[in-house]
């Protein structure tokens, strides 16, 4: 407790450049510890580089001729009635499938529904209106955990629609796909799984890979890059936490708009639109 306290006033007595120098020194000792396990650092590693995702999905489809045309990162696909959901990986192939890839440290964020919610919310956005259904594309929600959740040993756990009597695959289009990220074989598979977990370039097996993670934390743009991305960040966690604080009073009816700005720190239009939203 006493420590606590010391820490504390010390942080207090701190001048405003000291804090700042201080909050970028551990800015650069998270980056340092980064691997690609880290969905933040991911995403800038494969943010409009289609090398990268495409590498990993020749080796986790076991399609070395596999090639993709486009590649978006952090993809929110909102829906107005209920649940909106944000893609950590969307790609598009040379065959038109679509591809969500997750990436996840916790067991809790890879669970089985949420698989078949991103599949669910893939589909409804892949078709225009009066648009045959057999129109709709190939798609696939592949979940990269850094544990092995399903727990059967397995590098890949695929899951398939298919007819109980007979074993008999549905052949729909869809599929959901889990890579053990714990799996370490010597396999094309166990090199990536290896590399993901890396902090450092120079111990990565794939080339195209260990370029980007030696780009992002070791060359001066990268890693002002990455500070950036970080102080983003931090800021969006701070804004969607004040955004919760602003519509608890405004559903608990008590306080008035100003009230809600003053405390909250979000512009007054902000709080009006959460107002006229908070019952749809």
């Known amino acids: 407790m006493k420590i606590q306290k010391l820490k504390k006033t010390q942080k207090q007595s701190l001048t405003v450049t000291e804090q700042i120098d201080q909050k970028h020194q551990e800015d650069l000792q998270r980056l340092r510890n980064f691997s690609l396990f880290d969905d933040d650092f991911l995403t800038k590693c494969f943010e409009g580089n289609t090398d990268c995702i495409e590498l990993i999905l020749q080796i986790i489809l076991e399609k070395p001729d596999l090639k993709v045309l486009d590649v978006r990162t952090q993809v929110f696909v909102e829906n107005l ?14 065959t038109g499938a679509k591809l969500n890839v997750e990436i996840q440290r ?35 929600v592949i979940f990269i955990t ?15 629609r298919c007819f109980l009597e007979t074993g008999e695959k549905f052949e729909d289009g869809s599929h959901i796909l889990y890579v053990n990220g714990a799996y370490r074989g010597n396999t094309p598979l166990g090199r990536l799984m290896h590399d993901f977990s ?33 102080e983003d960040m931090r800021n969006q966690t701070l804004k969607e936490g004040m955004t919760e604080v602003a519509l608890r009073m405004l559903t608990a009816g008590k306080y008035a708009l100003e009230e809600i700005v003053t405390i909250s720190g979000l512009s007054l239009d902000e709080v009006r639109q959460l107002n006229a939203n908070k019952n749809i």
């Open 81 to 94: 009635l209920y649940r909106s959901v944000r893609f950590d990986i969307l790609a598009t192939d040379s």
């Open 106 to 140: 916790s067991d809790k964020g890879a669970a089985r529904k949420r698989a078949r919610y991103n599949s669910s919310m893939m589909d409804i956005n892949l078709l225009q209106k009066s648009e045959d259904f057999d129109a709709l594309p190939e798609t696939w």
């Open 146 to 160: 850094e544990n092995d959740v399903i727990g059967k040993g397995l590098p890949l756990y695929p899951i398939e």
């Open 198 to 230: 890396c902090t450092n370039a120079a111990s990565m097996h794939y080339g195209t890979l260990a370029d980007k993670v030696r780009f992002f934390k070791e060359s001066k743009e990268g890693i002002e890059i990455m500070c950036r991305a970080m």
